[in-house]
C-alpha cells in the first residue's frame, strides 16, 4: 500500500487568512466536486509565495463564492494573497490518475491538468 496523490487544486490563491477560526481550509465547493476532495478530508497545503507546507482538514466554502480561507493557526504559516497547491491522497495499492484542476488568480477554474503518474520524472501535460 501507498500513498498516492488523487486530488489537486493547483495554483489557488488564498482569499482570507483568520487566526481566529477553529482550524481547517475553507474551499469553495464547485472546486471540492471537480477534483473530488471530501468536507473532513485531510489535505496538504503548500504555498508557492512562501514555500510553507502544512496539514488540515477541508470545511465546504459557497459553491461559486472562489473561496480559499486558511483558519486557525495555518493562517501564521499561510496569508492572505499568496499562491498555493491543495493536495489530498489516497491510501492504495494500485496506480490512480489523480484529478487536478488549474485555476485562475480568482479561483475559477480553468482546466484541467493531466499528471503523468509513475513514469519516471513527473510531468503536466495540458488536457
Given at each position: 500500500?501507498?500513498?498516492?496523490?488523487?486530488?489537486?487544486?493547483?495554483?489557488?490563491?488564498?482569499?482570507?487568512?483568520?487566526?481566529?477560526?477553529?482550524?481547517?481550509?475553507?474551499i469553495d465547493e464547485d472546486l471540492l466536486d471537480r477534483v473530488g476532495l471530501w468536507a473532513?478530508?485531510?489535505?496538504?497545503?503548500?504555498?508557492?509565495?512562501?514555500?510553507?507546507?502544512?496539514?488540515t482538514y477541508v470545511i465546504v466554502g459557497p459553491r461559486g463564492s472562489g473561496a480559499i480561507?486558511?483558519?486557525?493557526?495555518?493562517?501564521?504559516?499561510?496569508?492572505?494573497?499568496?499562491?498555493?497547491?491543495?493536495?489530498?491522497?489516497?491510501?492504495?495499492?494500485?496506480?490512480?490518475?489523480?484529478?487536478?484542476?488549474?485555476?485562475?488568480?480568482?479561483?475559477?477554474?480553468?482546466?484541467?491538468?493531466?499528471?503523468?503518474?509513475?513514469?519516471?520524472?513527473?510531468?503536466?501535460?495540458?488536457?
Amino acid at each position: 500500500m501507498r500513498w498516492l496523490m488523487r486530488s489537486k487544486i493547483h495554483n489557488a490563491r488564498v482569499t482570507e487568512a483568520n487566526l481566529a477560526y477553529v482550524g481547517s481550509i475553507t474551499i469553495d465547493e464547485d472546486l471540492l466536486d471537480r477534483v473530488g476532495l471530501w468536507a473532513g478530508e485531510r489535505v496538504l497545503v503548500v504555498s508557492n509565495t512562501s514555500g510553507a507546507r502544512l496539514e488540515t482538514y477541508v470545511i465546504v466554502g459557497p459553491r461559486g463564492s472562489g473561496a480559499i480561507c486558511v483558519n486557525g493557526a495555518a493562517a501564521h504559516l499561510i496569508g492572505e494573497g499568496e499562491q498555493i497547491i491543495i493536495m489530498g491522497f489516497e491510501l492504495t495499492d494500485k496506480q490512480i490518475t489523480p484529478r487536478v484542476a488549474l485555476v485562475n488568480d480568482s479561483n475559477e477554474f480553468v482546466r484541467d491538468l493531466a499528471e503523468t503518474p509513475f513514469a519516471g520524472t513527473p510531468a503536466l501535460t495540458w488536457s
